[in-house]
Nanobody, 119 residues
Framework: QVQLVESGGGLVQAGGSLRLSCAAS????????MGWYRQAPGKQRELVAG?????????ADSVKGRFTISRDNTKNKNTVYLQMNSLKPEDTAVYLC???????????WGQGTQVTVSS
């Protein structure tokens, strides 16, 4: 129904910035909330930031003030971005894009993009 493709990960030094993008395709008109999760080795997947179709946002406490989620859901487009500033080594993880679709809020996931922050 929905395909998600992430880009923008990479290696950065502590204090640096990265911008992640996630482009949705398919039946994008029924996408509700989109968000970014992350999973570090040996740790559970955690929500980093989410944004509703109306633009309301929420963030994990650990990234508030450093990360900003935004979304472009203009005609024929549904892309979510994560601007990450003041990166820390503990931000190192695979970052996954998520979309919740339709009345049943079905979850769709991207393939993930690696973010590595060196100290």
């Amino acid at each position: 129904q929905v395909q998600l493709v992430e880009s923008g990960g990479g290696l950065v030094q502590a204090g640096g910035s990265l911008r992640l993008s996630c482009a949705a395709s398919g039946r994008i008109f029924s996408i509700n909330t989109m968000g970014w999760y992350r999973q570090a080795p040996g740790k559970q997947r955690e929500l980093v930031a989410g944004i509703t179709s109306g633009g309301s946002t929420n963030y994990a406490d650990s990234v508030k003030g450093r990360f900003t989620i935004s979304r472009d859901n203009t005609k024929n487009k549904n892309t979510v971005y994560l601007q990450m500033n003041s990166l820390k080594p503990e931000d190192t993880a695979v970052y996954l894009c998520n979309a919740r679709w339709g009345v049943l809020e079905l979850d769709y996931w991207g393939q993930g993009t690696q973010v590595t922050v060196s100290s």
